[in-house]
């Protein structure tokens, strides 16, 4: 049983940035595919972005641009740096490790507990 923590987030104002980290229990290396999601108030759970062990990411469209997901295996830690922060961001942040290759959040193995995202206008 892994565990993930999620670390990093916060208030921020817009245009500002932050960046969340996600901690394993144990290693990353087998994990075919690591994400980060997010619900809104009032909305359901979406993939923000996701990474292979290989290294190919994917981001929903929103975030394209603005922000990047990284993994250090060596460290069993997820990142995602958000930049160019708008309040539609503002949601808790979690992120979620598969031994499958596809983030569908119903196909993840591992979640975390979330960091709540606050962007004020």
């Known amino acids: 049983q892994v565990q993930l923590v999620e670390s990093g987030g916060g208030l921020v104002q817009a245009g500002g940035s932050l960046r969340l980290s996600c901690a394993a229990s144990?290693?990353?290396?087998?994990?075919?595919?690591m994400g980060w999601y997010r619900q809104g108030p009032g909305k359901q759970r979406e993939l923000v972005a996701a990474i292979t062990r290989g290294g190919t990411t994917n981001y929903v469209d929103s975030v394209k641009g603005r922000f990047t997901i990284s993994r250090n295996n060596a460290k069993n830690t997820l990142y995602l740096q958000m930049n160019s922060l708008k309040p539609e961001d503002t949601a808790v942040y979690y992120c979620a490790a598969s031994y499958r290759s596809d983030p569908m959040p119903a196909l993840m193995n591992y979640w975390g507990k979330g960091t709540l995202v606050t962007v004020s206008s």
């Open positions: 144990g290693s990353i290396f087998s994990f075919n595919a």
